[in-house]
């Protein structure tokens, strides 16, 4: 199965995890901020930035849609979603 440069690096980092993980916790390492705290609320870098890491939550559904990432232990107000990748995620990822 083909992946985008994001989906793929997002499940190398969640099926390399030890334990199920919130899969949001790695949107930084995957695009860290490029911009100064201070920036005002639309500068281009941080509108780039934000457009980016909601579409890493997008990425994160279709893994799941497509059998790649599993929901251990769903939201339930104290903690969001803790996932893992299933076999067919670690499958994609040789």
Known sequence: ???NADA???LRLIAGSPEP???SSFF??????NFDAAAAENDPRRETWTERQIALYGEM???????????????NGEHP???EATDAGHA???
């Not at 930084?28 to 901020?33: A, C, K, N, Y």
């Not at 799941?64 to 769903?74: A, F, W």
Request: zero cysteines; charged letters at 20%.
């Open 28 to 33: 930084h390492t995957i695009h860290p901020p």
């Open 61 to 75: 559904l279709k893994l799941h849609e497509k059998g790649m990432l599993r929901i251990v232990h769903p939201a």
């Open 1 to 3: 199965m083909t992946l």
């Open 21 to 23: 993980v919130v899969a």
């Open 8 to 10: 793929r690096e997002l």
């Open 92 to 94: 994609a990822l040789t």
């Open 81 to 83: 979603d803790l996932v």
